[in-house]
């Protein structure tokens, strides 16, 4: 009875003593919950600001915004065709700048007929370096260019492995995709700085945000393209330009397919997976809210749920299918 009455005692002490530190903890506990759910009403008022408050509140029209004329790099990917088209659709005229200029012809030819803009194409191999950089001086010349768009290139997405790449082909594609866009930007923004407006687009993917097995000029090109339009808004986003930087997950009939590790060449239509020209309606309406964004609602979801992710646990769940395949 003794022992009874002891171990009672006992107990009753250490709870008087150890109270303390359980309130602590309780406190702890009830901050870090409080902190989660702002954070989550946080980003839910952000995709509401960001994806839908846009398309339900008309805004100023583009043209007046930015400028007439809008310069296309990289518009034989199916993202940059669709932007050009969304951008055409509001009566801004387009200057295509490629290297292969029969896949673009069409394009060119079709968004004039349908929208009754003016289409230039420029022909720019840079790989005679400065040299390109004049014809396309000589078609912005006397325009009022209020747009700039780089796209990267989408077969960076073909799974493959760095040492298994030939040489030429990894340096025309980092060529093309940090190079490119960095001299294409390079020779926009001097006019735009002068008016003070204009904006610069770069579409990269969401591989950016994490590393894939298999893609590694993938996740560098486009991890390059995301920083790089950081650092612009930084240095001019006070001078009366817009920087934003797209980073898209999968989208329908492309072989961007940051979020997975198919090996196929093309996605299904679906929920998550838009065709081109739905995911450039819903990205240009972001243009002027956001400079960071998936540009499309279903993406910032799974961006989020990336995000949640540990990368230890995203790197040794990469490793685990490499030996599994």
């Known amino acids: 009875?003794?022992?009874?009455?002891?171990?009672?005692?006992?107990?009753?002490?250490?709870?008087?003593?150890?109270?303390?530190?359980?309130?602590?903890?309780?406190?702890?506990?009830?901050?870090?919950?409080?902190?989660?759910?702002?954070?989550?009403?946080?980003?839910?008022?952000?995709?509401?600001?960001?994806?839908?408050?846009?398309?339900?509140?008309?805004?100023?029209?583009?043209?007046?915004r930015y400028g007439d004329w809008a310069v296309i790099y990289g518009a034989t990917e199916p993202v940059a065709k669709a932007y050009a088209e969304e951008l055409a659709r509001h009566g801004i005229s387009i200057i295509f700048v490629t290297q292969d200029h029969t896949s673009v012809r069409d394009t060119a030819a079709s968004l004039s007929q349908s929208y009754g803009v003016e289409t230039v194409v420029v022909l720019a191999d840079f790989l005679l370096d400065q040299a390109a950089s004049k014809p396309i001086k000589e078609a912005m010349r006397g325009k009022?260019?209020?747009?700039?768009?780089?796209?990267?290139?989408?077969?960076?997405?073909?799974?493959?492995?760095?040492?298994?790449?030939?040489?030429?082909?990894?340096?025309?594609?980092v060529n093309r995709n940090v190079a490119v866009a960095t001299l294409m930007t390079r020779l926009?923004?001097?006019?735009?700085?002068?008016?003070?407006?204009?904006?610069?687009?770069?579409?990269?993917?969401?591989?950016?945000?994490?590393?894939?097995?298999?893609?590694?000029?993938?996740?560098?090109?486009?991890?390059?393209?995301?920083?790089?339009?950081?650092?612009?808004?930084?240095?001019?986003?006070?001078?009366?330009?817009?920087?934003?930087?797209?980073i898209p997950f999968q989208i329908a009939s492309s072989r961007q397919q940051p979020s997975s590790s198919s090996s196929s060449s093309s996605s299904s239509e679906g929920w998550f997976s838009p065709k081109p020209e739905v995911y450039a309606h819903h990205a240009i309406s972001t243009l002027?809210?956001?400079?960071?964004?998936?540009?499309?609602?279903?993406?910032?979801?799974?961006?989020?749920?990336?995000?949640?992710?540990?990368?230890?646990m995203w790197v040794l769940r990469s490793r685990v299918f490499i030996s599994s395949s």
């Open 1 to 64: 009875m003794a022992a009874v009455d002891s171990f009672s005692l006992l107990y009753r002490e250490i709870s008087r003593s150890c109270s303390f530190y359980f309130e602590t903890l309780a406190l702890i506990g009830a901050l870090y919950t409080a902190s989660k759910v702002v954070i989550l009403l946080r980003d839910c008022c952000t995709l509401v600001r960001v994806h839908f408050l846009p398309r339900m509140i008309p805004s100023k029209k583009l043209r007046q």
């Open 188 to 246: 926009v923004l001097p006019g735009m700085v002068e008016r003070s407006r204009g904006a610069v687009v770069n579409i990269s993917s969401g591989a950016c945000c994490r590393p894939l097995p298999g893609r590694v000029t993938l996740t560098a090109s486009t991890g390059y393209l995301d920083h790089f339009s950081r650092a612009l808004h930084l240095e001019y986003g006070g001078k009366g330009i817009f920087i934003q930087s797209l």
């Open 144 to 173: 009022d260019i209020g747009f700039l768009v780089n796209c990267v290139d989408e077969s960076l997405a073909s799974p493959q492995s760095l040492i298994e790449m030939p040489e030429q082909g990894m340096l025309d594609l």
């Open 288 to 312: 002027g809210v956001s400079n960071r964004t998936t540009g499309y609602w279903p993406h910032t979801l799974q961006y989020g749920l990336m995000r949640c992710i540990p990368e230890w």
